[in-house]
């Protein structure tokens, strides 16, 4: 049974540019939340996607924005990107109504 | 002040000893997890809890709802037990499914 899969797994980018990131939840699952983590601190929420919609978010700017499929897979897209937008990101699946979450190994990107 | 606040930071140990790590917070919630990350960034869930204590292998965590405290504890100790350990709170909103605000993680050296 495939947990939660994250693509890819590391990433550079030059300050300006957009990047997408991908999550596959756990299977069962179809509640997606995406988390910011820097360096040396705990992950930040982003946003939750359940039925293809933006559901909750967190103290994000627009740059950052995203999408559920069909398909319960997600994507977190960042416009403009900043050095400081250098991060882990993860993904967490769950289901609604169900306290249990699963993470992903996260995707470490690098603004450069 | 954080929400979710986590002690101590850093915690370093000998091979066999007892390990505490404490976790307070201040929001009301429907659940606790204890989350281990390693190096590789990847977040592995351990526990969930909204009461009493649970038990897995060495690892024994425990919730006071009244007192807003959960602590994780580590017996025996072992090098491989080297991780940061995060607290998370699931937000208690009224039975819509809310979203996990973390600690900041308490980094554990264990020596041989």
């Known amino acids: 049974d495939a947990g939660v899969t994250q693509s890819p797994t590391h990433l550079i980018k030059t300050r300006g540019q957009q990047v997408t990131l991908r999550c596959s939840p756990k299977s069962g699952h179809d509640t997606v939340s995406w988390y910011q983590q820097a360096l040396g601190q705990g992950p930040q929420f982003i946003f939750q996607y359940y039925e293809e919609e933006e559901r909750q978010r967190g103290n994000f700017p627009d740059r950052f924005s995203g999408h559920q499929f069909p398909n319960y897979s997600s994507e977190l897209n960042v416009n403009a990107l900043l050095l400081g937008d250098s991060a882990l990101y993860l993904c967490?699946?769950?289901?609604?109504?169900?306290?249990?979450?699963?993470f992903g190994s996260g995707t470490r990107l690098t603004v450069v | 002040k954080n929400e979710v606040e986590q002690s101590p930071q850093n915690l370093t140990a000998q091979e066999g000893e007892f390990i505490t790590i404490n976790c307070s917070y201040s929001v009301g919630i429907s659940a606790l997890h204890w989350l281990q990350q390693h190096p590789g960034g990847g977040i592995v869930s351990l526990f969930m809890?909204?009461?009493g204590k649970k038990k897995h292998g060495r690892l024994i965590a425990t919730i006071n709802i009244q007192e807003k405290h959960s602590s994780l504890h580590i017996t025996a100790s072992h090098p491989r037990d080297s991780a940061v350990y995060i607290c998370?709170?699931?937000?208690?909103?009224?039975?819509?499914?809310?979203?996990?605000?973390f600690g900041k993680g308490t980094k554990l050296s264990v020596k041989p």
């Open positions: 967490a699946s769950s289901s609604q109504g169900r306290h249990g979450y699963t």
């Open positions: 809890l909204s009461s």
């Open positions: 998370a709170v699931l937000g208690d909103y009224g039975g819509s499914q809310g979203n996990l605000i």
